[in-house]
Structures are given as structure tokens and as C-alpha cells.
């Protein structure tokens, strides 16, 4: 069967550098693709977040943005939107997820240690997730919590062949809490799908044991929520009982299974911008969002977006759960996989929903993780073929916050987003050359240390030299 489901109406130039222009920007941006401008990449694969295309629908949908400060029409439509697919009612929007972040996890952890006695107040508090993305460990840490990743085993073993890769180590989640007691955490955030390992899948029984156990311990479930439209389609097609149902029933179930949700519309709701925190039940803490939201966000009918942003991804979420359009993406996504592994390039298994992980420390075992193997990788992308990646290894790990260690990645790779209905088949199939020609001379890339190193998201801003 074809999965073919949708054309393109709007087109934007790209153009190719030649190799010496290539390798003079990237010494310019000090080895790092997050300095490179957009105009001298060929096929960026940097990030799936906001950088979607729109649909016509989208395209209509700004038009109809209402710009009133509060109550606009397009924050009703969202509310519809936002209750039809998640079953929320009470939520906020926010400029993206880290908007939504920097307003929860401060209120948890405060809500955490009002419930303890006066004489505990010291007791460290954390978060247990299947795997924190790199801005939600960053405002957890900031609360001066700790940011625990208890992600299954098999996730790390890029190898193995498991349908399930996101799910949360439910022995373990029990062993941390037991091991720090439930009154030091403040939430369990389960990350769908989970980007930090591949953007491989969680489970319906994982996700509904996790609250179970949550629910034991009175600690509040958090559904990072990102890619939960992509979760919903592997739920569909790999665990037992979900083969019929649609997606939307599946997204359903799912958020059965979580007291409140942050989500970043950048990337299944298909906006450029925008983000979403909803809370189900918990009154008190919906008020404390509130004003918090008009705070940091603004007033919260807009929470730091445009009335148009607002009305397009009221739309969006609804493209988001569309079936055909999901099977259109995952395939596309599995295609790539596919003819990587073909040619023998060592990456992530099964392939995940929104990115393929190329295991950089099996392509480059001459470079130690502390010269970023996975960042090594990403450089020669772009000095090969004009292609801008990401690294996802010990380079974005980063330090620990009370050592200064460099922390351990159990894996070094690097990362290939793909943006969603942006790229044809034919432009994945040049990024394989790309690579084949990569791997033939793999042991001639070199590695890289710091020449500046920021405190705190230090992947960002950072500036390397290669090791020669
Ligand atoms: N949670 C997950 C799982 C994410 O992947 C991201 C962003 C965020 C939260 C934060 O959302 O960017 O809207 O503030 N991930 C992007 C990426 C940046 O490239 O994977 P945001």
C-alpha cells in the first residue's frame, strides 16, 4: 500500500557550499552545527522541533487568529482541541515546552516540600523519568532537584530489537523511591515518545504500571508529551489489543495514565511555535500555573503566543492523531533506517518516531567520549554533504551539577531529526551517501575538546577544536 498523504504547495530554496566554504563555516561557528546559519545547510536534520510544514489548514488558521488580549476566539478553539485529544480541560498554552516547564517544576517541588515537616526541608528532592530531555532536567535542576533517568537497559544496547525502548525500568522507578523515600519526589515524568533515546516508543502497560505505582505513592505523574501522536502509532502497531483501535482512542487511554502534561507543539502539533501545560485534577496547582503563566508567559488565554500561533495549532493537534498522515511519517522515518542499515551504518534499533540515532561510538571507537564522538560524527555531516545534525551523548550530558564530573552517556550518538512533510525520500537517500562515504574513512575523524564552555546547556553555545 502506498503511503502517500500529502503534496507540496510551497517550496524554499536550499543550495550546497562548496567543501572548502563548508569547513571554513564550520571553523567559524567553532564546531558546533548550533552555530551555523540555516542558509549554509544543505539538508537540516538538526531538530523536528518547528520545523514542520504547515498544512493548508494551518495556513487558513493564522489567518483566523483572534489578537484580543484575553479570551480570544482562538484560544477556544484550542480548548476544544486540547480537550478532544487529551481530555483536558483545565491547561494554559505557552510560547513551547520549556515555557511550560519553568512554570511547573518550580510548583512541584515548592508542593513537595510544604507536605513535609519543617525538620525535612533539606532532604533532596528529584524527579524519576524514563529519560529527562535536556531543557526538562535543566529546570528541574534548577529548582535544585535531582534529575534521575530510569530508562529499561535495552534502550542503551543500540542492537537489541525491543518494540518498547522508551519504557520506564518500573523495578528500578520502585527501588529509587523506596531508596528515597516518596516524600523526596516531587514527580515521575514519563517522556513519549522518549527523544533522548532514540524516539522510541513507551508502552500502554508500561505507562498505565508507572501510574500504578505512582498512584501507591501518592507522587504525580507528568506526561512530557512531545511526541505522543508517534507513541500512539507504535502502540498501534506493536502491543497486543491496540491493532484496531484508532489513534485518537489509543492518545486517549494514554492520558488515563497522567495527572497533568507538558507538551512542546513544536513537534507532533506540527506549529512552528507554541506549547501547552494542562493539569487534570489538581485545582490548587492549576491556580498557582495561572498566575505563574501571567507571569512568565502572559495573560492565560495566550500564554506567550500569537492569537494566529494559537489558532494554528488548535488545528494542528487534530493533524497530529490523523493516521493516514502518521503512517505517511513513521514509514518514511523507517525507509531511512532501513537503507542506513543496508549500508552497514550503526544506528538505533527498531528505528524510532521522529529521528534515526546513529551509534557514534560503534562508528568512531578510536575517539574516548570525553572527545564527543557523537559530535565528532555531526561535524563530518556537515563538512561531507552540507547535513546539520545533533549530538546525543556525553557533549549534551554535560557536568554533574555538584561535582563538575563529566557525566557518563551510556551511549554516544548522534542524532537525525526529521522534520515532518519537509523532506523527500530522495533527500534521505543523499544523507545515506553521505554517510557511506563517512564510514570509509572513519578512522581518520578526529575528536574534540572544549575551547569555550558554558555553565549550563553547554551543547548550545559551546565552541570546540578538533583534536589533532
Ligand atoms: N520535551 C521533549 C521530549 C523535547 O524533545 C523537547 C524539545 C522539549 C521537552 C522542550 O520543548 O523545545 O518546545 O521548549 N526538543 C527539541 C528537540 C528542542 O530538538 O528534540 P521546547
Known amino acids: 500500500m502506498a503511503d502517500f498523504a500529502f503534496k507540496v504547495k510551497t517550496v524554499e530554496p536550499i543550495t550546497l557550499l562548496s567543501k572548502s566554504e563548508r569547513k571554513r563555516k564550520l571553523m567559524e561557528c567553532g564546531y558546533n552545527p548550533f552555530g551555523l546559519k540555516s542558509r549554509d545547510v544543505y539538508i537540516d536534520l538538526h531538530t523536528d522541533s518547528g520545523t ?39 491547561f494554559i498554552p505557552t510560547h513551547q515546552g520549556r515555557g511550560a516547564e519553568k512554570i511547573l517544576y518550580p510548583l512541584l517541588v515548592k508542593k513537595l516540600k510544604e507536605g513535609r515537616g519543617h525538620h525535612q526541608q533539606d532532604k533532596k528532592s528529584v524527579f524519576i523519568s524514563n529519560f529527562h530531555f535536556d531543557t526538562t532536567a535543566a529546570h528541574v535542576e534548577l529548582t535544585g532537584a535531582l534529575a534521575l533517568n530510569c530508562v529499561i537497559r535495552e534502550a542503551y544496547d543500540t542492537q537489541t530489537e525491543h518494540p518498547f525502548k522508551g519504557n ?58 512531545a511526541r505522543f501522536a508517534e507513541n500512539a502509532y507504535f502502540i498501534k502497531q506493536r502491543e497486543a489489543g491496540y491493532g484496531d483501535k484508532s489513534i485518537q482512542t489509543i492518545v486517549t487511554e494514554m492520558y488515563q495514565y497522567g495527572d497533568m502534561m507538558t507538551l512542546s507543539a513544536k513537534k507532533d502539533p506540527m506549529v512552528n511555535i507554541g506549547g501547552i501545560l494542562a493539569i487534570r485534577d489538581d485545582m490548587d496547582l492549576y491556580r498557582q500555573v495561572e498566575m505563574m503563566c501571567i507571569v512568565n508567559e502572559g495573560f492565560v488565554s495566550y500564554g506567550g503566543l500569537a492569537g494566529r500561533d494559537i489558532q494554528c495549532l488548535a488545528v494542528g493537534l487534530l493533524e497530529a492523531v490523523d493516521e493516514n498522515y502518521l503512517r505517511a511519517r513513521i514509514r518514511q522515518v523507517e525507509h531511512f533506517g532501513r537503507l542506513l542499515k543496508e549500508a552497514g551504518i550503526p544506528i538505533q534499533t527498531p528505528v524510532g518516531g521522529h529521528a534515526i540515532f546513529i551509534d557514534a561510538g560503534a562508528m568512531l571507537p ?103
Open 168 to 225: 520506564m525500568d518500573t523495578g528500578k522507578l520502585k527501588a529509587e523511591i523506596n531508596e528515597r523515600g516518596a516524600d523526596c519526589v516531587a514527580g515521575i515524568i514519563m517522556t513519549v515518545t522518549c527523544n533522548s533515546m532514540g524516539g522510541q516508543p513507551v508502552s500502554m502497560q508500561n505507562m498505565k504500571d508507572v501510574y500504578e505505582i505512582a498512584k501507591h505513592y501518592d507522587i504525580p505523574v507528568i506526561i512530557d508529551s
Open 52 to 90: 514542520g510544514a504547515l498544512s493548508q489548514d494551518q495556513w487558513a488558521a493564522l489567518m483566523l487568529g483572534d489578537e484580543a488580549y484575553s479570551g480570544s476566539r482562538s484560544f477556544d478553539e484550542l480548548a476544544k482541541s486540547v480537550e478532544t485529544v487529551f481530555g483536558y480541560t483545565k
Open 366 to 468: 578510536h575517539i574516548p567520549a570525553h572527545q564527543f564522538p557523537g559530535q565528532a560524527l555531526a561535524n563530518e555531516l556537515y563538512l561531507e554533504g552540507g547535513v546539520r545534525c545533533a549530538e546525543i551523548g556525553s557533549f549534551l550530558l554535560g557536568r554533574d551539577p555538584e561535582t563538575g564530573e563529566q557525566k557518563e552517556s551510556e551511549c554516544e550518538l548522534t542524532r537525525l531529526a526529521i522534520p515532518r512533510r519537509v523532506y523527500s525520500n530522495e533527500q534521505l537517500e543523499y544523507v545515506v551517501d553521505v554517510l557511506t562515504r563517512i564510514k570509509a574513512k572513519a578512522e581518520t575523524i578526529p575528536g574534540y575538546d572544549f575551547e569555550y564552555e558554558p555553565a549550563l546547556l553547554r551543547h548550545f553555545l559551546a565552541r570546540l577544536l578538533p583534536i589533532t
